[in-house]
């Protein structure tokens, strides 16, 4: 039986047809953003949204997007959330790309009934791309939790 010497990896399974990976791209784009759309909407003072860091209080004290307010993700339920509208869209933002807390504080809002988004990338590349912070150790901040 002969092999072949060179078959493609990207291709052994199929590409979808371009409306299953449009839908599938849009409807990433429905519960992601990024810091650089975050950062422009601040800038031009839209405030459409609500920005929750979802790191510990000590993290947040230490850094955080400015305007962001503080509820880490195990700390998220009815109480804590009923001062939230619901017509209101909440951003979250964890650590960084390897955390996954924002992704449990947009799964813990969006169970509550609020409308979502995740901040891809975090303090860690809020930071990267030079947005200002707020917070006790600012920009020395250590970006390891």
């Known amino acids: 039986m002969t092999i072949p010497a060179h078959r493609s990896l990207v291709l052994e399974t199929p590409a979808a047809p371009p409306e299953h990976t449009h839908r599938h791209f849009m409807n990433k784009l429905s519960v992601e953003t990024d810091v650089a759309d975050v950062r422009y909407d601040m800038q031009h003072n ?7 860091d979802v790191r510990s209080a000590k993290a947040y004290g230490e850094c955080h997007v400015p305007g962001a307010i503080n509820l880490p993700s195990n700390q998220i339920d009815l ?11 909440i951003v979250v933002y964890c650590w960084g ?7 449990k504080g947009a ?15 975090g303090i860690e590349y809020w930071r990267k791309e030079g947005n200002e912070v707020d917070g006790t150790l600012g920009e020395t901040a250590s970006l390891i939790g």
């Not at 109480?79 to 869209?89: I, P």
């Not at 009934?113 to 891809?120: A, P, S, T």
Request: glycine share 12%.
């Open 79 to 89: 109480e804590t959330t009923a001062a939230f509208l619901k017509e209101r869209v």
């Open 107 to 121: 799964a813990r809002l969006s169970g509550l009934g609020f409308r979502v988004k995740e901040m891809l990338g």
């Open 97 to 103: 790309p390897a955390c996954n807390g924002g992704t």
């Open 46 to 52: 839209v405030d459409d949204f609500l920005l929750i």
